[in-house]
Structures are given as structure tokens and as C-alpha cells.
């Protein structure tokens, strides 16, 4: 008898495209930090993600945690709130010097 897998985690409604496009968002602000190069805009259509949520950011490499924050209240869009997460909360912060090349694994 075959197991099914076990999920993890809260289901809050979002469909596969939107989880892609917030996981885009996340790693699109790391990668470019992480080059000192300035972050895109995001156009997001999505109604959902336009919704003032909060969120949890993890980002690891080769299984070891590099970096995590979040914030429970939707003070902004959830697109936003994504987007300002890995962002530095303060001049020189050795974040996006830990990553190096290729962040390994995000998690929202």
C-alpha cells in the first residue's frame, strides 16, 4: 500500500502560479543584492497577492539556514511585503555576502 505524502505547512489559498511568482519576486530581490546590482519592479496582476498578508521568508544553502524573517500582520500587498523581506535592514548587512553564488533553496 502505497503512503501518500504529508504536506506541510498552512494552505492560504494561493494557486501554483502565484507561490511562483512570489518565490520569482524573493529571488529575483536576493540574487540581484547579492551582485549589488538594483532590484526590478514586479508587476503582479493577481488580486490575491494584492491582499494585505503577512509572511515568513527562509532562505537556506546546502541545508543550513542563511536567513529567515517574517512578519505575521498584512500591513502591505503579500507581493510587497515578499519583496521587502530579504531586503537588509541595515547598511552592510553580511546576508548577501553569506550567499555567494546561487542561493540553494527559499522558502515563503
Known amino acids: 500500500m502505497k503512503e ?4 506541510v505547512g498552512v ?3 494561493l494557486t501554483e502560479q502565484e507561490k511562483k511568482i512570489l518565490h ?5 530581490v536576493v540574487e540581484n543584492k547579492a551582485k549589488g ?3 526590478p519592479g514586479f508587476n503582479v496582476d493577481s488580486s490575491v497577492l494584492k491582499e ?11 541545508g543550513q539556514l542563511r536567513g529567515c524573517i517574517g512578519q505575521i ?10 519583496e521587502e523581506m530579504p531586503k537588509p535592514r541595515r547598511s552592510g548587512s ?3 555576502a553569506r550567499h555567494g553564488k546561487g542561493v540553494a533553496r527559499i522558502e515563503i
Open 24 to 28: 520569482d519576486i524573493v529571488t529575483s
Open 52 to 62: 494585505n498578508r503577512g509572511a515568513f521568508v527562509t532562505i537556506t544553502k546546502k
Open 37 to 39: 546590482k538594483p532590484v
Open 73 to 82: 500582520e498584512g500591513r502591505s500587498p503579500l507581493h510587497k511585503t515578499i
Open 94 to 96: 553580511p546576508l548577501y
Open 4 to 7: 501518500e505524502k504529508k504536506k
Open 11 to 13: 494552505d492560504l489559498g
